[in-house]
């Protein structure tokens, strides 16, 4: 999922606000700790349950004068995988779930996006999990495009998307089958990515 999944808004006109115009295309990497990604799926009916990635990376390229986006990667961590309870870690790490001793990463690749207005959009990209490379969608969100106020003080991009994965599809099965677990997983994903000079 995740060197910048998000960043497909990034093709809405940057005259929203702070950016300042570039030359060239310029290279934005994830800020790891301002970033999450995360997922809820439904439990017995009763409610959803957060698991949350904490090892997430990757990069994008976007033109500002020509307002195109490429070379988006996201990758995550398939045992960094955390829902606030240790026995049901260890049960999603495992072969019913993630399978993280032989699929340790998740991935996300996108070449563009669709603007809706100037700061939503959708982003059609590539996400394999278990093995299977599979199309996703995600709806997406621009929030801000600006300089850090502190600390490192580079332009910074904050991005909002959501979208949705049928775990089936990628051959998790496991409690599907009287909707024990829910087979339709909620994607959260909220990001902060750093230009690079």
Do not use: C, W
Request: glycine letters at 8%.
């Amino acid at each position: 999922m995740r060197r910048s999944v998000l960043a497909a808004v990034l093709f809405f006109p940057a005259a929203h606000g702070a950016a300042p115009a570039m030359a060239d295309p310029a290279t934005y990497v994830i800020d790891p700790e301002h970033t999450v990604v995360a997922l809820m799926v439904d439990h017995l009916g009763y409610a959803k349950t957060l698991l949350q990635f904490t090892d997430v990376s990757g990069s994008f390229v976007y033109d500002d004068e020509t307002q195109t986006l490429s070379d988006v990667t996201a990758t995550v961590g398939a045992d960094s995988i955390e829902s606030f309870s240790e026995r049901r870690d260890g049960h999603v790490r495992g072969k019913d779930f993630l399978d993280v001793a032989t699929f340790p990463e998740i991935t996300f690749t996108a070449d563009g996006g669709t603007p809706a207005s100037d700061t939503t959009g959708t982003v059609e990209g590539t996400l394999t999990l278990l093995g299977q490379s599979l199309p996703m969608e995600l709806e997406v969100t621009l929030n801000k495009i600006a300089p850090y106020p502190f600390l490192h003080q580079k332009e910074t991009i904050g991005v909002s998307a959501r979208g949705t994965i049928t775990r089936s599809d990628f051959g998790m099965t496991y409690a599907v089958e009287g909707g024990i677990v829910g087979d339709t997983v909620d994607v959260l994903i909220e990001v902060e990515a750093l230009r690079e000079d």
